[in-house]
């Protein structure tokens, strides 16, 4: 859901079709983990697109944030963020 340089719509088809063939193999419920962002626009659209899937799926869907798990490179200089 994260792949960087695609479209959303191109994201949503994909992630709906992992998402149909995790049901169709018998899977009731799955976690998503975001805050592959690492900014607060990036970090939107991942979820929007989560939601996006919890409300067309008839899977269960947690999504879960995972804030700061990574430092951008940007900001490696600057430790006062850790």
């Not at 949503?12 to 975001?34: A, N, Q």
Request: proline share 4%; hydrophobic share 40%; net charge neutral.
């Amino acid at each position: 859901m994260g792949c960087v340089g695609m479209d959303a719509s191109y994201r949503v088809l994909t992630s709906f079709d992992l998402l149909f063939i995790f049901l169709v193999l018998g899977t009731t419920y799955v976690e998503c983990k975001t805050g592959y962002g690492l900014e607060w626009p990036g970090e939107l659209r991942l979820l929007k697109l989560l939601e996006q899937a919890r409300s067309h799926i008839p899977i269960g869907i947690s999504i879960t944030y995972c804030a700061a798990h990574a430092v951008p490179k940007y900001e490696e200089q600057n430790k006062k963020i850790l």
